[in-house]
Structures are given as structure tokens and as C-alpha cells.
């Protein structure tokens, strides 16, 4: 029986996900290939640390080196994270002859035309299954069983960090600052968690969402996006009130006007199936013009359903399927038209704002002279008293009907220089 020989970079909790499955269920991969897979080598910075898996004598090293000329490997998997040394590293085994599996959503997202057009020139292929939700197929449906119809919108929770911050703030047990912390000890969320709660992950994501969905050539760096720092336990409070649930949404929406793609807190429908998906999960809504909705949802992250993904690429692979669609698709082509971007100031929309004001006579006279001065009508309105009138400023809630982005901003900036309102305005999308 044949060998593919394969080699691993990175042997982190997704690398020993990885690693499981290809020494302990090697039965089934040659059951679904007809080859038998080895795991030749594992490259690592820290080849000291225990992992969670025995390794056969001489598996593990540090020397990169000595794997990108050996002419036996077939398969390089990139799982190192991070722009460099990865960037370099896929280069060489491409330019080697291997190809090459990665779960790299921001390599993929930064650097996608370059790698991409160096495996077409040295006839190789890159799969990236697992840098979008985790365990989710999706970019393979994008990739092949969607590809007969023409791509609406794109709706997703593609951050299970975030996503589980903001499940466990609606249950109004727990502050923003906590529910990081449990994030964080539960390993959903790093040390450092900012790039899951400002959007950068989301957005990165997006993108590739809108290179495979819609041909969209466009740098994750010019997508808007907004974070779920500003959001209140209060803000789930008015939204259950309003019939609405709170989700990180990443967007891709065509439109008369060109691609509308954002990455914001976004209210959704209590009976919209996104708004049920809570803690880690992540979900996809695609609606084309044939299939009409479909929907996609699943764990997002973690070493298995991560690692189930990445050997999934690895059989892809080798059964030529990967090379089929890589051929097929062009993705990252230069050369190829893209779908005209909308300009972020002319998209239309809902929103939902959140004010803390004075309380006093003409608050309300003042705001919504600002809007009406932009064309925003005022949907609807919610106000309580606050608990203490002489220490506590007023709440004040508004949604609006569909305005333009650009007059929703400027008309935001002007409120925030009224008297009478107290610090920053808090705007979250409201989903059509």
C-alpha cells in the first residue's frame, strides 16, 4: 500500500489534536484514502514540554531545516499560528513541492494572494478547512455544494470567545471583566484577549468568508468592525425587553450598491436561530438563490473538532479533491474581477442606542432634533427611572428605523457633544 508521509509544524493543543487522530485512528484515515498517512515529523520551538500523547522515537524536533527538502514528504500542516515564521514556512514547502494544510486564519487573511499564488505557480495546493469555525465545514460547502447558486448574505458567529463572553453577561450574573476571566480559564479565551473581543478574529474570518462566498478581494484591514467592550449588562436587559439577543455578528450582505461586510454587536431576532447559539458554539447562515437559507452551527474551536478538520484537509489532499477545487476556484487571483465593495458610509440599517443623559425637561427634544437633522427616525423608545435621581443619570434607549451609516455616525458624534448627554453614545447594529 502506498505511503503519504506528512510533517507538522506546531505542536500546540491543536497540533496534539492533530497528532491523536493521525497515530490513533490511522485505520480510518486509510480506510477513506487507501494509503496509509504517517506522521513522520512534529517541529516545535519547545520539543521539552509533555503533551498529552506518546510519540514514536525521533518524532518530535526544532530543526525546520532538514524537513522543507526532503523529497518523501508530500504534506506539510502549518498549525505554528501567527503571521512568521509560518508566512516563511509555507513558502519553502510549497516551493518544495509539498502541499500544504493550515488552520492560519489571520497567514490566510494577511498574506492569501502571495501563498496562494505561489502554490499555483509551483502547482501545489493549500487547504484552510479548519481557520474558519473550527469544526464547521463551511468553507467546504462555500467551496463545492453552494457553488451552483449566487450568494446573498452571509450572516455568522465566528468567534466562540466572544460569543461566550456576551451567553454568559445575558444570564445577568456575571460583569464584562468576569466573564473574561472565565473565558480565560476555561482556555476559550488567551492571556490576552483582544483580538477576540475588538473583532480582529471575526474580521479576519469574514474575509475569507467574502473570498470563497463572493470573490471578494479585500483586505480584512478595511472591513469595519466594532468590539464587545462597550457593551452592559444593561444592554441585555433592554434587548430581551426589545425581543432581541446580543451576538458578535460577522456580515456579508450583497446589495444594490456593491458587498456590504462588517463585524459588530449586533441585536437578533429572539426566533432567529443565531440568537440561540450560546457559549463556545460558532453558526453560519448562507442564503443563496437557489437553496435559499441554510444553516451551519457546531463547535467553533477546541482540539478535537479543530483537529477533525486539518486530517480532514489531509485526506482532501490526497484524494485530489483539494486540488480539484483549488484549480477551480482561483482564490486570491489578482487577475481575477472582484465583487465591488459598498463603502461603509452608504450602508443602511437599524440601530439600537443607548444613552446616559440628564435628567431633565427637552433631553428627549434635543436628540431627536439631531436625527431628524440626518434623516434618523426614531423606531422606538425605552426609559426607566433611575434607582437614585440625585446621583444617577438617566438611561435612554432608542432604536431606529433604517438610516445610512454615514449620517448615523456623524449624527452620533454630534450627540455626544449635547449638554445633557453623558458620556459616549453606545450604538449596536439591529438585524433586519
Not at 288 to 298: A, E, I, K, T
Request: contains cysteine.
Amino acid at each position: 500500500m502506498d505511503k503519504i508521509k506528512v510533517v507538522l509544524f506546531g505542536f500546540g493543543t491543536i497540533g496534539t489534536g492533530v497528532a491523536k487522530i493521525l497515530f490513533n485512528h490511522a485505520d480510518r484515515i486509510t480506510q477513506a484514502t487507501g494509503k496509509t498517512v504517517e506522521l513522520i515529523k512534529i517541529c516545535d520551538k519547545d520539543i521539552t514540554t509533555r503533551r498529552d500523547i506518546e510519540l514514536p522515537s525521533g518524532v518530535l524536533c526544532s530543526d525546520a531545516e532538514s524537513i522543507f527538502g526532503d523529497p518523501e514528504i508530500t504534506i506539510g500542516i502549518e498549525l505554528m499560528g501567527g503571521l512568521e515564521p509560518a508566512r516563511t514556512f509555507v513558502l519553502r514547502l510549497l516551493e518544495n513541492g509539498k502541499d500544504v494544510v493550515t488552520a492560519n486564519k489571520a497567514l490566510i487573511a494577511q498574506h492569501g494572494n502571495e501563498l496562494f499564488n505561489t502554490a499555483q505557480k509551483f502547482n501545489r495546493t493549500i487547504a484552510f478547512e479548519a481557520a474558519v469555525c473550527g469544526g464547521i465545514p463551511i468553507l467546504s460547502a462555500l467551496s463545492t455544494a453552494l457553488q451552483a447558486n449566487t450568494l446573498q448574505s452571509i450572516n455568522a458567529i465566528v468567534n466562540g470567545t466572544s460569543n461566550y463572553i456576551l451567553s454568559q453577561m445575558e444570564s445577568g450574573k456575571t460583569s464584562y471583566r468576569d466573564a473574561v476571566s472565565q473565558a480565560q480559564k476555561l482556555g476559550y479565551a488567551e492571556a490576552n484577549p483582544a483580538m477576540d473581543v475588538d473583532g480582529t478574529d471575526a474580521v479576519q474570518k469574514l474575509a475569507i468568508l467574502a473570498q470563497l462566498g463572493f470573490g471578494a478581494n479585500v483586505s480584512w484591514k478595511n472591513i469595519p468592525r466594532l468590539g464587545i467592550e462597550s457593551i452592559e449588562s444593561i444592554d441585555f436587559r433592554y434587548a430581551k425587553e426589545l425581543g432581541y439577543r446580543i451576538k458578535l455578528l460577522a456580515v456579508a450582505e450583497r446589495s444594490s450598491g456593491g458587498l456590504e461586510l462588517h463585524v459588530s454587536p449586533t441585536l437578533v431576532k429572539g426566533d432567529n436561530p443565531l440568537a440561540r447559539v450560546r457559549d463556545a458554539f460558532n453558526a453560519v447562515r448562507v442564503v443563496g438563490d437557489s437553496v435559499g437559507s441554510v444553516f451551519f452551527q457546531g463547535l467553533g474551536a477546541g482540539q478535537l473538532p479543530t483537529a477533525s478538520a486539518i486530517v480532514g484537509d489531509v485526506i482532501d489532499t490526497i484524494l485530489g479533491r483539494t486540488a480539484i477545487t483549488f484549480r477551480t476556484l482561483h482564490l486570491w487571483d489578482s487577475a481575477k474581477t472582484s465583487v465591488a465593495i459598498k463603502s461603509p458610509n452608504e450602508f443602511f440599517g437599524k440601530s439600537y442606542l443607548r444613552f446616559s443623559v440628564q435628567d431633565q425637561p427637552g433631553v428627549m427634544h434635543e436628540i431627536s432634533g439631531v436625527l431628524g437633522n440626518r434623516g434618523i427616525s426614531i423606531a422606538s423608545m425605552i426609559q426607566h427611572e433611575p434607582e437614585n435621581k440625585t446621583t444617577e443619570p438617566a438611561v435612554l434607549i432608542l432604536t431606529t428605523h433604517e438610516a445610512r451609516e454615514g449620517d448615523l455616525l456623524e449624527a452620533i458624534i454630534q450627540l455626544q457633544q449635547l449638554p445633557a448627554v453623558l458620556g459616549k453614545v453606545v450604538r449596536l447594529r439591529v438585524q433586519n
